[in-house]
C-alpha cells in the first residue's frame, strides 16, 4: 500500500529516504489544512479591518494601521499555503490563470502606491464633474470618440 502511495503521489518507486519519511509523518490531513487556512484567514482579516480602524487614532495611527494591515496582508496571503503547501503554491503562482494575481501581488509599492494615487485622481475628477449638468455624458463621449 505505501509503495502505491509513493506512486500515486509522484514520487519514484524506490524507499523512501529518511527526509520522505519526515514529510509524510509531519503532513496534513485536508480536514486540518481547511481548518489553518479559515484561521489564518480570518486573523489576516481581522488584522487588517483593525488596522484600518486604528488609522483615525491621532498621532501614532498611521504606524499602527501599517503594522496590523501589513500583518493581516502576510497572514491572509499565508493562509494559503495550508491548502497547496509553499512548494506546490510557488510553482503554482505563475500559471496564466494567476499571473495577473501575481503580478500585483509581487509589484513594487511605489507602483502600486502610483497606480492607486492615478485611480485617485480619476476617482476625483469623475466625482467633480458629476456635479456639472450633463458633463459625465460630454467625457463619455470624448472618450469614446478618442478610442475609436
Not at 519519511?21 to 486540518?32: F, H, K, N, P, Q
Not at 495550508?82 to 499571473?99: N, S, V
Request: net charge positive; glycine share 8%; hydrophobic share 50%.
Amino acid at each position: 500500500m505505501d509503495k502505491l502511495k509513493r506512486v500515486l503521489s509522484g514520487r519514484d518507486a524506490e524507499e523512501p529516504s529518511g527526509l520522505a519519511e519526515v514529510i509524510d509523518a509531519t503532513s496534513l490531513g485536508w480536514g486540518t489544512r481547511v481548518k489553518g487556512f479559515i484561521a489564518c484567514f480570518v486573523i489576516g482579516c481581522l488584522c487588517s479591518i483593525l488596522g484600518s480602524c486604528l488609522l483615525w487614532i491621532p498621532k501614532k495611527g498611521l504606524v499602527l494601521f501599517a503594522v496590523f494591515y501589513t500583518l493581516g496582508n502576510i497572514a491572509s496571503i499565508g493562509s494559503t499555503m495550508f491548502l497547496m503547501g509553499p512548494m506546490k503554491q510557488l510553482k503554482r503562482m505563475f500559471e496564466p490563470t494567476r499571473l495577473i494575481a501575481t503580478i500585483v501581488m509581487l509589484w513594487r509599492k511605489a507602483g502600486l502606491a502610483l497606480l492607486f494615487c492615478i485611480l485617485q485622481f480619476f476617482a476625483m475628477a469623475w466625482y467633480s464633474i458629476s456635479f456639472i449638468p450633463y458633463a459625465r455624458d460630454a467625457v463619455k463621449k470624448c472618450v469614446s470618440v478618442c478610442l475609436s
